[in-house]
């Protein structure tokens, strides 16, 4: 026993999330949120100086 | 703290290492004991990386950072999302393809054994001494401020999650930071909502959002240039990336965490859970910092808060003086409070000049109060050179002490207490497998087979691990600020290991002896920067790894011209 048995799920499966076909989506959304986060919390400065 | 939040602490913590452990008493495979069960769900993985990078101090340190210099410090996660899409994306399905127990596992098997006990002794190091600052950091804190004795406390915390870390392993420290997370929330929303009942009356999170951010608390973006400040947009998306890449990509206290579970979607998915929230929950608790600055604005606070110090110096030889600040920091404290008052009042006739005024006024009184602060803080080290100083760390729990009700006392103190245990387990959990996989197996290939044997061995290395951080954090001195000293020791060693890692999935060309005399340059060459030069500690993180990166260029390319030079001779 040299390591644990490799993964056999190890491919690029689908991500099994609703609406995403495949990972690629699902970083692009995450990036995109992360995007809207930075523009709400820029936003809620301005609004509260 | 009374009976009741006794109860409230005691049951939760107890309750929990107890659940945890037995829950997971016949735990008798090694894959299981390292990498947690295989059905584990994306949910509890995401939770389990989560409440490792949350330690205590995350709870104590950041809501009076944002007490003392507002919310920007949330600029400090922006590169984390983009840092651990890269790990889905690249280091993640290669761990998992391989199969391995550890990060340092796949270097040995893309480069040599050389390269893999490097950068296991490195981990080792460096995560050694930053867990006995996790330990340390949150109990000094909460002895100070709760009275208890600091190496009881160390101790007491210590042993807690040694014991059910040593039980159930991965799959123990999986399940409790689940529970341990969940307390950390309900104690932080509870502490939310009764800040915002104690504010003043008509106040309200609006009025309350609107002090913080006239008195410059809520500036969390910053687009400029600046190299002057510490917190912004560029800094947290350049140097933040780099950090956050090192720390999910090569630590192993958190690849330990994301390598368990059914397939590699689970790993995934929870490191997505992560990137989605860690930056709205690392605002909530800044936020909840600011408006704890705003009731302080209304209640009067402490001129220092760390009270157990000001209060030793009030009663020695120098007491008139600490006393006579005492009473300074009142007058400028009420005026301050009817500034405030009066800028309220000017906001609500709506009439620009008036508003421009009152808010001028408010301003100015604002600084005379922190003028009396700076006062203190200097007339206690005028007192005793080496006087502690920064009190921001003892903000939020001065304010859990004086003003919640019993109960949610008890309930905020477990909440310090989970996310030490939380965050500990875990890297007791990855030192006790690093030292298992990557050195004792190195050097006893021949028990590779005997499955138990390796269990016991690990559960052996938890307790050692432990006893070091328990050891470390009763006998060793250390700075001032605790968030910082861990981030130097990371600084120090992460952006090397980092350039071995980024070799070995970009520069296919590279080979073993390379990279290993490439990193051995590179950490010599940090470590005769560090005690030579004055630069900020991050900038530690960007030599490494480059240094790594391009010495192993030139020292492949010299390998690789030796070697053409010799086949040309030969023939």
Partial sequence: ?49 | MNTLDWLILLGTMLGIAAYGAWRTRDVHSLNTYLKGNRSTGWGTIGISVMATQASAITFLSIPGQGFESGIGFVQNYFGLPLALIIVCAVFLPIYRRLGVYTAYEYLGRRFDSKTRLLSAGLFLVQRGLATGVTIYAPAIILSAALGWRLDLTIIGTGLLVIIYTVVGGSAAVNLTQKWQMAVIFGGMVTAFIVLLVKLPDGLGFGGAAHVAGALGKLEAVDFSFNPDRRYTFWTGMLGGTFLMLSYFGTDQSQVQRYLGGAALREGRLGLMFNALLKIPMQFFILLLGALVFVFYQFQEPPVFFNQTEWRQHEQGAEGARFRALDEKFNAAFTENQSKIRAWLAARETHEAAAESAARAAMAKSQQRVQAVRAEAKAALVADDPHAKTKDSDYVFITFILDYLPHGAIGLLVAVMIAAALGSKAGELNALATTTTIDLWRHFRPLAVHDEARNIRVAKWFTVFWGMFAIGFALYAGFAENLIEAINILGSIFYGVVLGIFLVAFFLKRVGGTAVFWAAVTAQLLVFALFFSLKISYLWYNLIGCAACVLVSLIIQLLMTLKTSAKEIGRR
């Fill in chain 1, 1 to 49: 026993m040299k390591s644990a048995p490799p993964d056999p799920h190890h491919s690029d499966e689908s991500p099994g999330v609703p609406g995403f076909r495949a990972w690629r989506g699902v970083y692009l959304f995450v990036f995109v949120v992360f995007v809207a986060v930075v523009v709400a919390l820029a936003l809620f400065s301005r609004y509260f100086a």
